[in-house]
């Protein structure tokens, strides 16, 4: 089984969190990749936006509260795309 959602790092310690990005929304478009990063730069959020991610969050006090808000709105993506499929 593949995984729904993956929580990415932007910044990883042998490979860039980007290639990985690219390579799952390639190879496996369905799944939903959220971005964390201590970047604070608005073209970073842009650009990983532009390459698939479904949400970009910003390290910070307030990130996990940003982490369960993004999941829950894959859920009602998730929740729509199956109802579409059923019509």
């Known amino acids: 089984h593949r995984p729904a959602i993956i929580i990415l790092d932007y ?3 042998n490979m860039d969190g980007v290639n990985v990005l690219q390579y799952v929304k ?3 478009p369905e799944i939903y990749v959220i971005v964390i990063t201590e970047q604070k730069k608005i073209h970073t959020a842009v650009d990983i936006m ?3 991610a479904f949400d970009y969050i910003q390290k910070s ?3 996990l509260d940003e982490l369960k808000h993004a999941i829950r709105k894959i859920f009602v993506d ?3 795309k199956e109802k579409v ?3």
């Open 50 to 52: 532009r390459k698939g």
């Open 61 to 63: 006090q307030t990130s």
């Open 85 to 87: 499929k059923m019509n």
């Open 78 to 80: 998730m929740e729509y």
């Open 26 to 28: 390639r190879n496996f």
């Open 11 to 13: 910044k990883l310690k």
